[in-house]
C-alpha cells in the first residue's frame, strides 16, 4: 500500500527461561538426553496455529522438551518429533492441520513421531488416529507436562498415546517456560470458558473456567521482571472472567493493579475479556495506574440484539454500549478492538446492517472478523437457515470496508502526536524499525539510532495508513 510501509521483522533470540525459582535450563538439559527409535539424538518440530493463548502453550511444549534435552529444528524433514499445536476455533484452522498431516500420508520414515497437540487433539481425540493413521500422539493442553513422559513411551515401541483429560490441577505454566520474544511475557491466569456461546468449542477442548491463584501469578511476574522482562501480557479465553482461588480472593482490577506494582514491570497487558464481566473497577484501575496499557479487547460478535440472543452471548447490543460508554469516559483514551462473526445461522441482512451501525457508532481501532463455520459439539449445529458461502464473504468484504475506513480516519487524527513505543521488530531496509505503541498501534518508523530493540522510543507520528503509522524516532 502506497501509505504505508511495512518492516521485514528479523527473528528475535529466543530465550529458555525457568519459570520456578532457581530452575536451571541447563542441568534440566542434561538430566535426559532423549533418543530416537534409530538412537539418534532427540529433535522436535514445532508449528503453531492460533491465538496468543496457543502461541504461549507453544512456548511451554518447547520449554518442557527442551528442558529434558531435545533440540528444535527448523524442518520437519530434520526432526524426530513433529508436532503441530493446533487452534479448532474456525473450521479453516482445523483444515490446515489435517492439510499438514496429509503431507506425511505414505512417509517411508515411520521411525518419525508425529503428534498433534491443542485444541483439535482435544476436539478430535483418537478421531485423528483413524483420519491420519501415521499420527502416534494425541494431546491436549493441560497435559503438556507430561509430554517427555508420552514420547518417552513411544521410544519405547508404545504405537499410540493419548492424553486428553482436561486436568484442573495442572493448566497453567509448565515447570520450565521457553521465551520466544525477549521483552513481553505471556501469563495463563485463567483457563477454560464457562460462557458457553453458541457458536463456540472452547469450554468443548479447554474444560471450564479455572483460574491460576494470584500468589502464583505475581511470583512469576517478579521473576519475569528480575530477568528483563517489562512487558507482560495476561491471558485468558474470559480474562476478567478471573476469580482468585487463593485467600485473597483477588479480584481481576486488583490484580491488574499488582502486576503493575512488581518493580521492573513497565507495562502491563490482559486480553481478550468478555462484556458480560467488564466492569467499572477495571476502568478504575486503567486510570489510575499508567503501566496498565491503554487498549481493552472487548468481543461484541453482532449487533444485532437477535443475533446476540441466538448466539447466547448474554448481553444486549444496549448492554455492550454502555460497557464502551464506560471505556470512553476515562480519562485515559483507551483504544478499544473487538471480534465480528457475520453470517450467523438466521443472520437477515437487516441484523447485519446492525452490526454495520455498531462499528459505526463505536468507532473501534481494529477488529477481527470472521465467516461463521460450524464446529463439532456446539448448539449452533442445531439452528436452520444457514447463510450459503458466497453471501457470508459479500457480509464480511463490507464489513472490512467499512472498518478500513473508520481506521483510516482514527489514524488521522494521530499526525503529530507522539507515542511511546516498545521496539521489537528492524527492517532489512537501513533504519527502519517497527513497535507497538501503550494503545497496541503498530508504529514502523525511521531512526538513525544504532540498536532499539527492547528498548522504548519516543516516535511522533507522521503519517498514516488503515493498518498502522508511521513516524520517526524523536531523539
Known amino acids: 500500500m502506497a501509505e504505508t510501509f511495512h518492516v521485514a521483522v528479523e527473528t528475535l533470540t529466543s530465550a529458555v ?31 503453531t496455529f492460533g491465538c496468543q493463548m496457543n502461541d504461549h502453550d507453544s512456548e511451554k511444549v518447547a520449554g518442557v522438551l527442551i528442558s529434558r534435552g531435545y533440540q528444535q529444528v527448523e524442518k520437519p ?37 508425529i503428534g498433534v497437540l491443542g485444541c483439535v487433539a482435544q476436539q478430535e481425540g483418537e478421531d485423528i488416529f483413524k483420519r491420519a493413521p501415521w499420527v502416534s500422539l494425541v494431546c491436549g493442553s493441560a497435559s503438556y507436562r507430561k509430554l517427555p513422559e508420552m514420547l518417552e513411551r513411544l521410544e519405547a515401541g508404545d504405537r499410540r498415546v493419548t492424553g486428553l483429560d482436561n486436568d484442573t490441577d495442572e493448566t497453567f505454566e509448565t515447570e520450565v517456560t521457553r521465551r520466544d520474544n525477549p521483552f513481553r511475557a505471556f501469563l495463563t491466569i485463567i483457563e477454560g470458558c464457562d460462557k458457553a456461546c453458541a457458536y463456540c468449542v472452547v ?17 512469576e511476574v517478579r521473576e519475569l521482571a528480575e530477568r528483563g522482562y517489562s512487558e507482560v501480557q495476561l491471558l485468558g479465553q474470559t480474562v476478567n472472567s478471573y476469580a482468585d482461588p487463593t485467600h485473597r480472593k483477588m479480584k481481576f482490577s486488583e490484580l491488574l493493579l499488582a502486576v503493575a506494582a512488581v518493580p521492573g514491570i513497565r507495562r502491563v497487558r490482559y486480553t481478550t475479556s468478555h462484556p458480560r464481566d467488564f466492569s467499572a473497577d477495571i476502568v478504575a484501575a486503567m486510570d489510575a495506574e499508567p503501566k496498565l496499557c491503554e487498549h481493552v479487547h472487548l468481543p461484541v460478535q453482532s449487533g444485532s440484539n437477535e443475533i446476540l440472543r441466538a448466539m447466547a452471548r448474554t448481553y444486549s447490543r444496549e448492554e455492550y454500549l454502555e460497557k464502551i460508554a464506560m471505556i470512553r469516559g476515562a480519562r485515559r483514551e483507551i483504544s478499544i478492538t473487538t471480534d465480528v462473526i457475520v453470517g450467523f445461522p438466521g443472520e437477515t441482512e437487516k441484523e447485519f446492517q446492525e452490526t454495520l451501525s455498531l462499528l459505526r457508532e463505536v468507532r473501534y481501532d481494529a477488529l477481527f472478523a470472521f465467516k461463521y463455520s460450524p464446529r463439532p459439539n456446539t448448539p449452533s449445529l442445531a439452528l436452520h437457515d444457514p447463510i450459503p458461502e458466497e453471501e457470508k464473504s459479500r ?81
Open 203 to 219: 469450554p468443548f477442548t479447554r474444560g471450564p473456567e479455572r483460574s491460576r491463584g494470584s500468589d502464583s501469578v505475581l511470583r
Open 17 to 47: 527461561r525457568p519459570v520456578e525459582t532457581g530452575g536451571e535450563v541447563a542441568a534440566r538439559a542434561t538430566a535426559l538426553r532423549p533418543v530416537t527409535r534409530d538412537g539418534a539424538a532427540g529433535t522436535f518440530f514445532l508449528e
Open 395 to 475: 457480509r464480511l468484504a463490507d464489513l472490512q470496508a467499512v472498518q478500513r475506513q473508520i481506521q483510516s480516519a482514527r489514524h488521522q487524527t494521530m499526525v503529530g502526536s507522539t507515542m511511546e513505543v516498545l521496539v521489537s521488530g528492524k527492517s532489512r531496509r537501513e533504519n527502519r524499525w517497527s513497535g507497538h505503541a501503550s494503545s497496541n498501534r503498530v508504529l514502523n518508523f525511521t531512526s538513525s539510532a544504532a540498536d532499539l530493540l527492547g528498548t522504548y522510543a519516543n516516535v511522533r507520528v507522521t503519517d498514516a495508513g488503515p493498518a498502522s503509522l508511521i513516524g520517526e524516532h524523536v531523539l
Open 77 to 113: 524433514a530434520d526432526a524426530s518429533v513433529i508436532l503441530y499445536n493446533t487452534c479448532s476455533i474456525r473450521e479453516k484452522a482445523a483444515q490446515k492441520v489435517f492439510s499438514r498431516l496429509g503431507e506425511f500420508r505414505g512417509s517411508p520414515d515411520e521411525r518419525k513421531i
